[in-house]
Nanobody
Framework: QVQLVESGGGLVQAGGSLRLSCAAS????????MAWFRQAPGKEREFVAA????????YYTESVKGRFTMARDNTKNTVYLQMNSLKPEDTAVYYC????????????????WGQGTQVTVSS
């Protein structure tokens, strides 16, 4: 497992941007698939984006395609989620997760989670 710490959340107006960061501890960070999930009040946690261990492949849920971009820097043990054109429906707690998995959208396969960071988008 790795320890994960998210940062970068906040309050933004609709149409604005935020960049989330997730810093990981551990020497094997570069071997992990990394993902972002989110959970809105009263809703189940949902997949947002994932990136392969190499960074060569990224995956997004349909509702964020074209607006969100996930990247990783294995030299800094950090992943990022650049969120543009934010909408009120993007409001949620965003969680960073790590696993050695190919089932990138299945939260049950992730064994390391951060504490979450709140993103609030006002209309």
């Amino acid at each position: 497992q790795v320890q994960l710490v998210e940062s970068g959340g906040g309050l933004v107006q609709a149409g604005g941007s935020l960049r989330l960061s997730c810093a990981a501890s551990g020497r094997t960070f570069s071997s992990y698939t990394m993902a972002w999930f989110r959970q809105a009040p009263g809703k189940e946690r949902e997949f947002v984006a994932a990136i392969s261990w190499s960074g060569h492949s990224t995956y997004y849920t349909e509702s964020v395609k074209g607006r969100f971009t996930m990247a990783r820097d294995n030299t800094k043990n950090t992943v990022y989620l650049q969120m543009n054109s934010l909408k009120p429906e993007d409001t949620a707690v965003y969680y960073c997760a790590a696993a050695k998995t190919y089932r990138y959208a299945d939260s049950r396969t992730y064994d390391s989670w951060g504490q979450g960071t709140q993103v609030t988008v006002s209309s």
